[in-house]
């Protein structure tokens, strides 16, 4: 069974940043294509971005590009992916999960939490 760990959350005020790591317990990422998703109180889990398995394409929900960057770290044994938060609104307050996208990995793991607010 294939764990997530997702970590770097925090409370942080408007415009700030965060970045978030994401590390999986087998080599899945450098096969799949991986996405950070995220999740607000009574809200639906959306899909914020995505990066191809090598690395070379990223993709991004509207309302997050141009603050948000995904990227990863391929070394040899395990791949770690990261997401960049800059520019952070109220709105990005949400429980933050990576997962493969599609996302084939269940259960998910426990998300880290980003709070928004000043």
């Known amino acids: 069974q294939v764990q997530l760990v997702e970590s770097g959350g925090g409370l942080v005020q408007p415009g700030g940043s965060l970045r978030l790591s994401c590390a999986a317990s087998?080599?899945?990422?450098?096969?799949?294509?991986t996405g950070w998703y995220r999740q607000a109180p009574g809200k639906r889990r959306e899909l914020v971005a995505a990066?191809?398995?090598?690395?070379?394409?990223?993709?991004?929900a509207d309302s997050v590009k141009g603050r948000f960057t995904i990227s990863r770290d391929n070394a040899k044994n395990t791949v770690t992916v990261y997401l960049q938060m800059n520019s952070l609104k109220a709105d990005d307050t949400a429980v933050y999960y990576c997962?493969?996208?599609?996302?084939?990995?269940?259960?998910w793991g426990q998300g880290t939490q980003v709070t928004v607010s000043s």
């Open positions: 087998a080599n899945i990422f450098s096969i799949f294509y």
């Open positions: 990066i191809t398995s090598g690395g070379e394409s990223t993709s991004y």
């Open positions: 997962n493969t996208v599609p996302a084939n990995i269940d259960p």
